[in-house]
């Protein structure tokens, strides 16, 4: 349970982490400490994401594909005074020097404890004011299915889904614009970072996972709709 005199300070924090074990791990620690967040893979998604949602703080890593931290942090300093926690591998001072230069907030070399981490952010978020007074209801309502992304939960009616991230990811995607049918490669874009191998079959094993899960009927869904040619849907059943 949240302590009370945390659960005031909340935000939506953007952290961009390659590695999909360590930013599942950030996620959950920071979410139990009352923010939501959203994880991305790389450098480039880390940029687009910031333009779609306007997070509060970036957690940002280094050492990521496309378009690496230092690069990320040098865009967003010359359109944005976004709070930004950086992370390494690399602990020379060069490197840290550097990060700051660019116009890095805060700066934590690998390993790292997760505890290290949110008190980071926390203490970042108190230094800009960028927090928030009370958490802002980001659940996603489909019928009786309601995904909770600051809780990680997943409710059909009264009764708990258990997901993986990527079962999670995916649904809150659909939830998200609920009867907008997504194809598979605006679906894998979202799964980056929570899968190691992506792949067009890893859309579809999710989906007929989530199937098992949300569905009456797993072979005749009347949720997770599928649109032959295209892609995927969620809508009320009817």
Same mark, same amino acid.
């Given at each position: 349970?949240?302590?009370?005199?945390?659960?005031?300070?909340?935000?939506?924090?953007?952290?961009?982490? *390659?590695?999909?074990?360590?930013?599942?791990?950030?996620?959950?620690?920071?979410?139990?400490?009352?923010? #939501?967040?959203?994880?991305?893979?790389?450098?480039?998604?880390?940029?687009?994401?910031?333009?779609?949602?306007?997070?509060?703080?970036?957690?940002?890593?280094?050492?990521?594909?496309?378009?690496?931290?230092?690069?990320?942090?040098?865009?967003?300093? #010359?359109? #944005?005074?976004?709070?930004?926690?950086?992370?390494?591998?690399?602990?020379?001072?060069?490197?840290?020097?550097?990060? &700051?230069? &660019?116009?890095?907030?805060?700066?934590?070399?690998?390993?790292?404890?997760?505890?290290?981490?949110?008190?980071?952010?926390?203490?970042?978020?108190?230094?800009?004011?960028?927090?928030?007074?009370?958490?802002?209801?980001?659940?996603?309502?489909?019928?009786?299915?309601?995904?909770?992304?600051?809780?990680?939960?997943?409710?059909?009616?009264?009764?708990?889904? *258990?997901?993986?991230?990527?079962?999670?990811?995916?649904?809150?995607?659909?939830?998200?614009?609920?009867?907008?049918?997504?194809?598979?490669?605006?679906?894998?874009?979202?799964?980056?970072?929570? *899968?190691?191998?992506?792949?067009?079959?890893?859309?579809?094993?999710?989906?007929?996972?989530?199937?098992?899960?949300?569905?009456?009927?797993?072979?005749?869904?009347?949720?997770?709709?599928?649109?032959?040619?295209?892609?995927?849907?969620?809508?009320?059943?009817?």
């Amino acid at each position: 349970m949240i302590p009370p005199t945390l659960a005031a300070m909340c935000a939506h924090v953007l952290v961009a982490e *390659d590695d999909a074990k360590q930013a599942e791990l950030v996620r959950r620690y920071l979410e139990h400490d009352g923010h #939501s967040v959203t994880v991305v893979g790389d450098g480039r998604a880390a940029l687009d994401e910031w333009r779609r949602s306007g997070p509060d703080l970036l957690v940002l890593d280094v050492l990521m594909p496309r378009m690496d931290g230092l690069d990320v942090c040098r865009v967003l300093r #010359s359109e #944005s005074n976004l709070p930004v926690l950086m992370l390494t591998a690399r602990a020379g001072e060069n490197d840290l020097l550097m990060g &700051l230069d &660019l116009g890095a907030d805060d700066y934590l070399t690998k390993p790292y404890s997760p505890r290290e981490l949110v008190a980071r952010v926390r203490s970042l978020l108190r230094r800009t004011g960028a927090a928030r007074s009370a958490p802002p209801d980001r659940s996603l309502q489909v019928g009786s299915l309601r995904i909770d992304p600051v809780r990680h939960e997943v409710l059909l009616g009264q009764r708990e889904i *258990d997901c993986t991230p990527g079962e999670f990811e995916l649904l809150s995607a659909l939830a998200g614009e609920p009867g907008r049918v997504f194809t598979r490669a605006q679906l894998l874009r979202r799964l980056h970072g929570f *899968d190691r191998y992506v792949t067009v079959r890893t859309v579809d094993v999710h989906v007929m996972n989530l199937r098992k899960k949300i569905e009456t009927d797993p072979r005749n869904p009347e949720m997770l709709m599928t649109v032959y040619g295209v892609g995927y849907k969620l809508c009320t059943p009817s």
